[in-house]
């Protein structure tokens, strides 16, 4: 007998007004003649034309001149490669010529799913037996180019998850690339990809045992030079500059609300998505905390796993996992480091669920098996559904199960709490099964979670409803406590 759950009144769905601004690519021969034809326009005309283009679109964005700015400088640094000289323009043409080359992309227009939910680092002004939360979502729009966005709520003392009004605008971040690289961890990634030993020494031969994310750039664009002719050496030295270029940092103006910050795929590793976000609250031997959150970059045919860390959800450092620990997909870290080291969840054949340890967050070996499907609501693969959580018993793993029909259930697990490569517990029956209203969407059949919080006794649950919406469950952490010992 199933244990039972509590199924939450609040629903995240869709929103088309989220509306970002993205560079529009209209091709090499379009760019030329179209950016001529504004050139062309008397100044008045041009005036009009940008007067009435703020006129509809100033109200649906902040500092809309700022992006039009930026656009304008693509499109000039383009045009002078091409050795046809802008000259002296005008404000008003150059913001207009920013103007065609900015499009309005609709972040969550197709699904809004798989979320986590972590503690606030902001906890004052709450009446007692409440805490505040911040949940993120895999949000995915035209495309299906995924991103991560935020909501943030309060678990009130009677259960309740009341979440605040989201406002109008949605600002992407300011992006900086200022890694020092190390060689040598450098080329342990290309040799995980399998790249050309030799296109990686053309490169990497050309650097120092640090550099910087310059450097690293003038010697691929000097290995191309010379190895131009080569299709297969082209593409795998345009590789090495992707695995760079998955180290950033964001930074988020502070007068934009977490409602308001989407973190947006930067990098060529991630170009067709940014996937299930599993974010926890780390607290460090010293008592510091760090939030972290492992997720998926998606190029349109591999994955990258990755890693965000954050302290205040305004400034965010982004880095690749290394080691054979930190392949496919589904990766959780647990909240405190064991016996020293980090650990992790991951699930590296996609079938079974392993645990390792490392001393570096970033760096992963091999991983020991922990759990394999038992169940025959699990028997195609079981995974995490997020960060383990402490309680007394044991670490609380919510977990998924993939069965007939490639249905998604939800479970749960209990690891031991000072050598968690021990299962203790485990549920026989699925903790939630999508019901009629859960399992129709854009991947029918399926229920899924990337990170749950235990509040006044009481286990929240985020979870996506066929890949197009989110919703909410709760159940007593007592009580599964209880069925988990028991094996039930």
Request: net charge positive.
């Amino acid at each position: 007998m199933r244990i039972p759950v509590t199924r939450k009144e609040n629903r995240f769905t869709p929103n088309f007004q989220k509306v970002i601004m993205r560079y529009f690519d209209n091709g090499p021969d379009r760019t030329i003649a179209l950016v001529e034809k504004i050139i062309a326009m008397p100044e008045n005309e041009a005036h009009q034309a940008l007067v009435q283009t703020l006129r509809e679109f100033s109200r649906r964005h902040r500092n809309i001149t700022k992006k039009f700015q930026l656009h304008f400088e693509k499109v000039k640094d383009f045009m002078e490669k091409e050795n046809i000289p802008l000259g002296d323009l005008s404000t008003e043409k150059k913001l207009l010529i920013g103007s065609f080359f900015s499009m309005e992309y609709s972040v969550e227009s197709a699904a809004f799913f798989n979320p986590s939910i972590v503690e606030s680092p902001d906890q004052t002004g709450l009446e007692e037996g409440s805490k505040r939360i911040i949940g993120s979502f895999r949000a995915t729009g035209e495309g299906h180019i995924s991103s991560i966005v935020f909501h943030t709520g309060v678990i009130n003392a009677k259960g309740e998850i009341l979440f605040e009004k989201a406002g109008r605008f949605i600002e992407e971040a300011i992006i900086v690339k200022r890694k020092r690289y190390k060689k040598s961890k450098f080329c342990s990634k290309l040799k995980e990809m399998n790249l050309p030993e030799d296109v990686v020494s053309s490169v990497m031969d050309k650097l120092d045992e640090t550099f910087i994310y310059g450097e690293l750039v003038h010697a691929v664009k000097e290995t191309l030079r010379v190895n131009n002719t080569n299709t297969e050496k082209q593409k795998a030295t345009e590789e090495i500059m992707w695995v760079a270029d998955s180290h950033y940092e964001l930074t988020f103006s502070r007068d934009t609300h977490i409602n308001e910050r989407v973190i947006f795929p930067i990098s060529f590793a991630e170009r067709k998505g940014i996937e299930d976000a599993r974010f926890v609250k780390f607290t460090h031997m010293n008592g510091k905390v760090i939030y972290y959150a492992t997720y998926t970059a998606f190029d349109g045919f591999t994955v990258l796993p990755k890693l965000i860390q954050t302290r205040d959800f305004y400034h965010f450092k982004v880095k690749p996992l290394h080691g054979t620990g930190a392949q496919n997909k589904n990766l959780a870290l647990f909240p405190r480091k064991i016996n020293g080291k980090y650990v992790m969840l991951s699930r590296v054949d996609g079938i079974n669920s392993y645990i390792g340890f490392s001393e570096n967050i970033n760096i992963w070996g091999e991983p020991t098996l922990v759990q394999a499907p038992r169940y025959y609501w699990e028997f195609i693969q079981i995974g995490n559904c997020g960060s383990p959580i402490e309680t007394s018993e044991g670490w609380l793993v919510v977990t998924h199960g993939v069965g007939p029909m490639r249905r998604y259930c939800l479970g749960a697990s209990l690891l031991d709490l000072e050598d968690p490569t021990l299962e203790i517990g485990r549920l026989k029956e699925p903790l939630l099964i999508p019901n009629e209203k859960e399992r129709e969407g854009y991947v029918p059949n399926v229920v899924y979670s990337c990170g749950s919080i235990i509040h006044n006794r009481q286990l929240f649950v985020p979870y996506g409803m066929s890949d197009t919406s989110s919703g909410f469950f709760s159940v007593s952490v007592d009580d599964l406590l209880k069925r988990l010992k028991k094996g039930e």
